[in-house]
Nanobody, 122 residues
């Protein structure tokens, strides 16, 4: 199987920065898209940023210019650098990976991390 483990969340003041990490492990042949989503209380889970296997990226309008997604393919890890944080960024952040598993190279499966809390105070 495949596991995604996130780290880096916490409490930060408005204007501050945090860096989230998400490492994938297990029976991995390759990873296609990797992404970060977030879910605030009472709201749906929304895409924050996505990065393809070749490094192409896209961002939600609300985080453009403030957040940067990157990945290390050798480590099967995706990062989210969050700068100029605002209280509206407060949410649980989840990583997602489309994984091609060893022995099942005909398709990709979607996996989620357990989530990490990010709280931005005024």
């Amino acid at each position: 199987q495949v596991q995604l483990v996130e780290s880096g969340g916490g409490l930060v003041q408005a204007g501050g920065s945090l860096r989230l990490s998400c490492a994938a492990s297990g029976s991995i042949f390759s990873i296609k898209n990797m992404a970060w989503y977030r879910q605030a209380p009472g709201k749906q889970r929304d895409l924050v940023a996505r990065i393809s296997s070749d490094g192409s990226t896209n961002y939600a309008d609300s985080v453009k210019g403030r957040f940067t997604i990157s990945r290390d393919n050798a480590k099967n890890t995706v990062y989210l650098q969050m700068d100029s944080l605002i209280p509206e960024d407060t949410a649980v952040y989840y990583c997602n990976a489309e994984v091609v598993r060893i022995g099942a190279e005909y398709t990709a499966f979607s996996y989620w991390g357990q989530g990490t809390q990010v709280t931005v105070s005024k």
